[in-house]
């Protein structure tokens, strides 16, 4: 079964740091689409950053660029998001997301088909 689990969520202070992991089981880890979406109360959930198998690279929401960065480690069946310079409109409960054919310039949670539980980033101003 595939199974996708978040860590790092917290609560840090508007222009601090936190690293996000997503770690991975049940399926050919490298193969996979792999991504970062966001959802705050009352809104939808949004792309936030992903990151391909090899052929599409990466996207960035325009709000994060030059503040997040994603990365994988597809030796570990991991995946990151490194935040930093953040602000109180960051706050939202993260997910991880992978697929085996959504291209890393989708942003549409609808083409992922796995998910992991969330967790939540604070960010107090």
């Known amino acids: 079964e595939v199974q996708l689990v978040e860590s790092g969520g917290g609560l840090v202070q508007a222009g601090g740091s936190l690293r996000l992991s997503c770690a991975a089981s049940?399926?050919?880890?490298?193969?996979?689409?792999i991504g970062w979406f966001r959802q705050a109360p009352g809104k939808e959930r949004e792309g936030v950053s992903s990151?391909?198998?090899?052929?599409?690279?990466?996207y960035y929401r325009d709000s994060v660029k030059g503040r997040f960065t994603i990365s994988r480690d597809n030796a570990k069946n991991e995946f990151y998001l490194e935040m930093s310079n953040l602000k109180p409109e960051d706050t939202a409960v993260y997910y991880c997301a992978a697929d085996p054919i959504a291209a890393a310039t989708t942003t549409s949670a609808r083409a992922y088909d796995y998910w992991g539980p969330g967790t939540q980033v604070t960010v107090s101003s």
């Open positions: 990151i391909s198998r090899g052929d599409d690279g990466t």
């Open positions: 049940g399926f050919t880890f490298e193969d996979y689409t």
